[in-house]
Nanobody
Framework: QVQVVESGGGLVQAGGALRLSCTTSGLEFEDFGMAWFRQAPGKEREGVSCISLTGNSKYYSDSVEGRFTTSRDNAKNTMYLQMDSLKPEDMAIYYC?????????????????WGQGTLVAVSP
């Protein structure tokens, strides 16, 4: 049984930082492209970042480019999202997703496995 579990969310002041983690089990982590999505209240889900199998290729949405950094540790079956200079508009539920195909957040249907999400709240 595949499990995808996010952690690390919480409440932070604007300008602060958080690091999210996504740990998987039941799949060959090194064979999956990994992504972060987020969904704010009343808004559509937004793709935040993608990271390739080895971590050599990364993508970021314009809204987080330069502030967020994604990484992965295949030995630990874990992906990370370091979020710096957080803004109130970053507040959302953040989801981790895994794809056995090409990692592109433009098409969420590519992702076979999803976590339950972790809440990031940013106060002004």
């Amino acid at each position: 049984q595949v499990q995808v579990v996010e952690s690390g969310g919480g409440l932070v002041q604007a300008g602060g930082a958080l690091r999210l983690s996504c740990t998987t089990s039941g799949l060959e982590f090194e064979d999956f492209g990994m992504a972060w999505f987020r969904q704010a209240p009343g808004k559509e889900r937004e793709g935040v970042s993608c990271i390739s199998l080895t971590g050599n290729s990364k993508y970021y949405s314009d809204s987080v480019e330069g502030r967020f950094t994604t990484s992965r540790d295949n030995a630990k079956n874990t992906m990370y999202l370091q979020m710096d200079s957080l803004k109130p508009e970053d507040m959302a539920i953040y989801y981790c997703a895994a794809t056995s195909g090409y990692c592109s957040v433009r098409d969420s249907s590519r992702f076979e496995y999803w976590g339950q999400g972790t809440l990031v709240a940013v106060s002004p």
